[in-house]
T-cell receptor, first 114, second 110 residues
Framework: DAGVIQSPRHEVTEMGQEVTLRCKPI?????LFWYRQTMMRGLELLIY????????DSGMPEDRFSAKMPNASFSTLKIQPSEPRDSAVYFC????????????FGPGTRLTVL | SQQGEEDPQALSIQEGENATMNCSYK?????LQWYRQNSGRGLVHLIL?????REKHSGRLRVTLDTSKKSSSLLITASRAADTASYFC??????????FGQGTELSVKP
């Protein structure tokens, strides 16, 4: 099993640009989570999907952030326009069954907004 | 607010020694999970202990759970340099979100 796949692994962009992060969950998993990790705030849940439907997006910081899951094997997290304070590592995770099970994390995307 | 809080924030030991990390949480739980994160990598699930369990083992890992004190501990026996990482406890809050603590940074010196 390839595990959770994220792309790109690193992204450097300039303030104001649109950023799109991509995630492919483990095949068969039906819950998908987007997290952001920073030194100051630790690991924060941004949004999670169950069966491709957004369940809770209360962690999404602002309207500049949006996430989609058009099918069971793909999700995107978009930031438009990006700001320097968005610089962080963004992780995607998925779970097999009930969302209270263990989560399998991707390698993360390190985003730097200049 | 944090659902789980780890203690200590940082721990430095010699190879072969045992490492103990503690976690406290605030609300009732269904289960408590421990994750490891190597520098620059994603989190890796280590072990899950359910609320009706008091102790669980997995290889060199031993996890205890005391629901009366709302606390858990992770013991790594006979530590190795490869155990150097950050360790996080996590619990689901009532809204169904997995909330992570700030983590314990473990350094095992060869």
């Amino acid at each position: 099993d390839a595990g959770v796949i994220q792309s790109p692994r690193h992204e450097v962009t300039e303030m104001g640009q649109e950023v799109t992060l991509r995630c492919k969950p483990i095949s068969g998993h039906n819950s998908l989570f987007w997290y952001r990790q920073t030194m100051m705030r630790g690991l924060e849940l941004l949004i999670y999907f169950n069966n491709n439907v957004p369940i809770d997006d209360s962690g999404m910081p602002e309207d500049r952030f949006s996430a989609k899951m058009p099918n069971a094997s793909f999700s995107t997290l978009k930031i438009q326009p990006s700001e320097p304070r968005d610089s962080a590592v963004y992780f995607c995770a998925s779970t097999l069954g009930a969302h209270m099970d263990e989560q399998f994390f991707g390698p993360g995307t390190r985003l730097t907004v200049l | 607010s944090q659902q789980g809080e780890e203690d200590p924030q940082a721990l430095s030991i010699q190879e072969g020694e045992n490492a103990t990390m503690n976690c406290s949480y605030k609300t009732s739980i269904n289960n408590l999970q421990w994750y490891r994160q190597n520098s620059g990598r994603g989190l890796v699930h280590l072990i899950l202990i359910r609320s009706n369990e008091r102790e669980k083992h997995s290889g060199r890992l031993r996890v205890t759970l005391d629901t009366s004190k709302k606390s858990s501990s992770l013991l790594i026996t006979a530590s190795r340099a490869a155990d150097t990482a950050s360790y996080f406890c996590a619990t689901y809050n009532q809204g169904g979100k997995l909330i992570f603590g700030q983590g314990t940074e473990l350094s095992v010196k060869p």
